[in-house]
């Protein structure tokens, strides 16, 4: 179960419905597909873990956090979010491979490190693996949506574990569906 633990003062806050009704929404989700989840939220923020069992095992957490920076010189109302969605499955077969975001030096070790490959149509990733395969295609028709709009952290299939985590404060149930209907990697 997701809690409130704002003080009476949050209550009234606009953030605080926000993430109140974005925290029970997700609890009637994975409460409809059979798992549990617990967690709190407040005006600033809210940290939930969650559990699906069907068809297959995923474990899932959400977390935002809104802070000021503390310094009497600024204003007040300059603040920094962070938002942080993980999808985590095991048991996966595959090779394993990391999908993350492009960084400057990445073009050099391109050169080195023949790991290092491109991704059709997703200018801001880069794909690190022993070679590409139809597995990879298949999540990256998937997560199409969250790619091109650079939402995706990074993607790693490690251990037999497939991670997916996302910097955004939405649901994306529907991807999620799809992702959970289908065995990905082969």
């Known amino acids: 179960m997701i809690e409130s633990n704002a003080s009476p003062s949050e209550l009234s806050s606009p953030f605080y419905e926000a993430n109140k009704e974005f925290c029970l929404t997700l609890e009637n989700f994975v409460k409809e597909n059979d798992g549990v989840i617990e967690g709190k939220y407040n005006s600033w923020s809210y940290s939930i873990i969650g559990k699906i069992n069907t ?8 977390k ?5 920076s503390g310094n009497l010189l600024f204003s007040s109302k300059t603040q920094n979010l962070h938002v942080a969605s993980i999808w985590k499955t095991h048991q996966i077969k ?14 050099i070790f391109k050169i080195f490190n023949l790991k290092f490959k491109k991704i059709a149509n997703f200018k801001k990733y880069v794909l690190i693996a022993e070679k590409k395969s139809i597995s990879i295609s ?5 997560l199409r949506t969250l790619l091109m709009s650079g939402e995706v952290y990074q993607i790693s299939n490690h251990s037999k574990e497939l991670v997916i985590e996302l910097r955004t404060d939405k649901h994306y149930f529907d991807i999620f569906k799809k992702l959970n209907d289908r065995i990905i990697i082969d």
Do not use: H
């Open 55 to 62: 068809p297959r095992e995923w474990i899932l957490k959400y």
């Open 64 to 68: 935002k956090s809104t802070f000021t």
């Open 94 to 107: 595959g090779g394993e491979f990391i999908i993350r975001k492009k960084r400057l030096k990445d073009s």
């Open 138 to 142: 298949d999540l990256t028709t998937i």
